[in-house]
T-cell receptor
Framework: DSGVTQTPKHLITATGQRVTLRCSPR?????VYWYQQSLDQGLQFLIQ???????AKGNILERFSAQQFPDLHSELNLSSLELGDSALYFC??????????????FGAGTRLSVL | GIQVEQSPPDLILQEGANSTLRCNFS?????LQWFHQNPWGQLINLFY???GTKQNGRLSATTVATERYSLLYISSSQTTDSGVYFC????????????FGTGTRLKVLA
């Protein structure tokens, strides 16, 4: 168990809908990262938050947004869902954002199926 | 941007065999981690190894940062070793995000 908790484990929804994925980092970790794993794109970094502030952005679509709350949990919001958004979404956390502290621990993932 | 290539892409072994997985990266890196993604999709940390050699049971890893590669050794493989192995790197230039390799899919036969 990595200590990173993601909910829900599975999500089935329809095109055009909006969903929220939740992540609780390991105790003491200030950084949260979101990744998307799809069959055709592999594992791709979406976005990073550090202590409530956005720190890095990857290939995140404009239909997607995220935030990190004062208690350090994070939510990833996906809207106007398309079939191609079906993927495994991972959250990871690390102690800080510095190089020496950037060992990332991954949650079990949320499997999103858009029908 | 940095390219991270893993080889071989697929590997089938008999239980008890040894194997070496390779990760090449095209630019200097600050961090490197090896992960195992099991058949249920979970990503499990194996090693944090930006340089040097580490061992954990039947697994060991070596990173030669100056030559831009890392190796993961699996000895006496077991069926539970099956899954996909990823290396992920944080480039020296840029932000603190991991770039994942394409993975090596390992199947260990009983």
């Amino acid at each position: 168990d990595s200590g990173v908790t993601q909910t829900p484990k599975h999500l089935i929804t329809a095109t055009g809908q909006r969903v929220t994925l939740r992540c609780s980092p390991r105790s003491g970790d200030l950084s949260v990262y979101w990744y998307q794993q799809s069959l055709d794109q592999g594992l791709q970094f979406l976005i990073q938050y550090y202590n409530g502030e956005e720190r890095a952005k990857g290939n995140i679509l404009e239909r997607f947004s995220a935030q990190q709350f004062p208690d350090l949990h994070s939510e990833l919001n996906l809207s106007s869902l398309e079939l191609g958004d079906s993927a495994l979404y991972f959250c990871a956390s690390s102690r800080g954002q510095g190089v020496a502290k950037n060992i990332q621990y991954f949650g079990a993932g949320t499997r999103l199926s858009v029908l | 941007g940095i390219q991270v290539e893993q080889s071989p892409p697929d590997l089938i072994l008999q239980e008890g065999a040894n194997s070496t997985l390779r990760c090449n990266f095209s630019d200097s890196v600050n961090n490197l981690q090896w992960f195992h993604q099991n058949p249920w999709g979970q990503l499990i940390n194996l090693f944090y190894i930006p340089s040097g050699t580490k061992q954990n049971g039947r697994l060991s890893a070596t990173t030669v940062a100056t030559e831009r590669y890392s190796l993961l050794y699996i000895s006496s493989s077991q069926t539970t070793d099956s899954g996909v192995y990823f290396c992920a790197v944080v480039p020296t230039s840029g932000t603190y995000k991991y770039i994942f390799g394409t993975g090596t899919r390992l199947k260990v036969l009983a």
